[in-house]
């Protein structure tokens, strides 16, 4: 640290060896919040809102409430429009319809109904949020406060860094490895069966944050 030799002061990147990391982490965390999480929450929030199965149409022209099939006048009238209807509903929906819900994602969400693991990845996504967030803040205070006073001078200025340190290493640490249990154990069990929901490109990002939550763990 030849600043605190020649010139009795700290510098932004030379005053003291807590700054490097923190610049380190904190980019790491502001990927995650600004990079990663925007992309895999809108992917996911898109099959969530996706539509579930239509109502079903019996073969010979009656509805699912048991209404007779065959029936003249306005009921007649009323199943004919409710089929152009139905059939105008599908051509409008193929532009809506993300590329992802293919035949294999229908089947595993049991035609767009069985959400569980979307919504599983949306608890977490929230919580990598938070924590992205509060690590970010943590990060840039210890790095602040980390380049004021000296190692013998001026100890008041940097006083606060203590219990930024020990929220960061304590309850951010703690709450990181939850989540990141949380979020291996619900991807690993649900891999197999939405496989096909989301584009591979989904996948590789959130294999990426559970990569960089290892890292922090460590």
Request: with cysteine; proline share 5%.
């Amino acid at each position: 640290m030849p600043a605190l030799y020649l010139f009795n002061r700290r510098t932004l990147l030379a005053g003291d060896d807590l700054q490097l990391p923190s610049l380190t982490w904190g980019s790491v965390s502001a990927a995650q919040l600004f990079l990663f999480l925007p992309y895999s929450l809108y992917y996911t929030i898109e099959l969530l809102l996706s539509s579930g199965p239509l109502e079903e149409t019996n073969v010979n022209g009656g509805t699912s409430d048991n209404r007779p099939s065959g029936s003249t006048g306005e009921w007649g009238k009323a199943n004919e429009r409710s089929l152009y209807e139905i059939d105008d509903y599908f051509e409008a929906m193929e532009g809506y319809m993300p590329s992802m819900q293919s035949t294999a994602c229908s089947d595993s969400t049991s035609e767009f109904t069985d959400f569980e693991f979307p919504w599983l990845v949306l608890i977490y996504l929230i919580g990598m949020a938070i924590f992205s967030a509060s690590s970010l803040r943590s990060e840039q205070r210890i790095f602040q406060l980390s380049s004021l006073g000296t190692p013998t001078m001026d100890l008041h200025l940097r006083a606060p860094l203590k219990s930024f340190i020990e929220f960061k290493l304590s309850y951010l640490a703690g709450y990181n490895f939850l989540l990141l249990i949380f979020g291996a154990v619900v991807t690993l069990v649900f891999i197999s069966g939405y496989s096909q929901c989301f584009p591979i490109s989904w996948w590789i990002v959130l294999f990426a944050l559970l990569l960089t939550q290892g890292v922090q763990c460590l």
